[in-house]
């Protein structure tokens, strides 16, 4: 089973609404994956939670806080959101790197949140 | 630092042409290489994936070997179908400790029927 789920499908929240996304796995896989995506464009890395710690956070702005309750289970909760976040929000799993050590596994990637802001 | 260039979209071709997508990578070290396919609203499935100079990734009638010497990774297939029109993404993983996949633009394919 190679399945990444993700909810809700899709998304339509105001600027000042506080709202979740929710992706869950059950590969095993210890680092887990927020991405962006745009209209035509590939996708963004945002944040990269690795043995259920934050390892990577690429200048992500505050309204984006991501949160790993368990090794299954990475949220992204959302708020005062801006128009220009509207996206596709794709959450990705891949199996463990040791830490310092290399890393040759594939991501697997959810169906994505299509969020939209108005 | 690294990056995948792939070959500038849209591509169309009738149904059971013959398909080749370019992708060359730049990166330090040797990079694990992977091509991952889009359809349209959903998100992004692994296609195939090579590890190694030389080794050769292949699923559903595509195939794309890992070529050290001209840093490439091309995307083949040798007679499409209408239901293999998607975005088509060039990515690669690099043995620099870090967790990123590094992407190319991606390919837009349409086949007609």
């Known amino acids: 089973d190679t399945e990444v789920t993700q909810t809700p499908k899709h998304l339509v929240m105001g600027m000042t609404n506080k709202k979740s996304l929710k992706c869950e796995q059950h590969?095993?896989?210890?680092?887990m994956y927020w991405y962006k995506q745009k209209a035509k464009k590939p996708p963004e890395l945002m944040f990269v939670?690795?043995?259920?710690?934050?390892?990577i956070n690429e200048s992500v702005p505050s309204r984006f806080s991501p949160e790993c309750p368990n090794s299954s289970l990475l949220n992204l909760h959302l708020h005062a959101l801006q128009p220009e976040d509207s996206a596709l929000y794709l959450c990705?799993?891949?199996?463990?790197?040791?830490?310092?050590?290399?890393?040759?596994?594939?991501?697997?990637f959810g169906p994505g949140t299509r969020l939209t802001v108005t | 630092g690294d990056s995948v260039t792939q070959m500038e979209g849209p591509v169309t071709l009738s149904e059971e042409a013959f398909l080749t997508i370019n992708c060359t990578y730049t990166?330090?070290?040797?990079?694990?290489l992977f091509w991952y396919v889009q359809y349209p609203g959903e998100g992004l499935q692994l296609l195939l994936k090579a590890t190694k100079a030389d080794d050769k990734g292949s699923n559903k009638g595509f195939e794309a070997t890992y070529r050290k010497e001209t840093t490439s990774f091309h995307l083949e297939k040798g007679s499409v179908q209408v239901s293999d029109s998607a975005v088509y993404f060039c990515?690669?993983?690099?043995?620099?400790?870090?967790?990123?996949?590094?992407f190319g633009k991606g390919t837009k394919l349409t086949v007609n029927p």
């Open positions: 990515a690669l993983n690099t043995q620099g400790g870090s967790e990123k996949l590094v």
């Open positions: 990166a330090t070290g040797y990079p694990s």
């Open positions: 939670y690795s043995y259920e710690k934050l390892s």
């Open positions: 990705a799993s891949s199996q463990d790197r040791i830490p310092g050590g290399v890393n040759l596994y594939e991501q697997y």
């Open positions: 590969m095993g896989h210890r680092a």
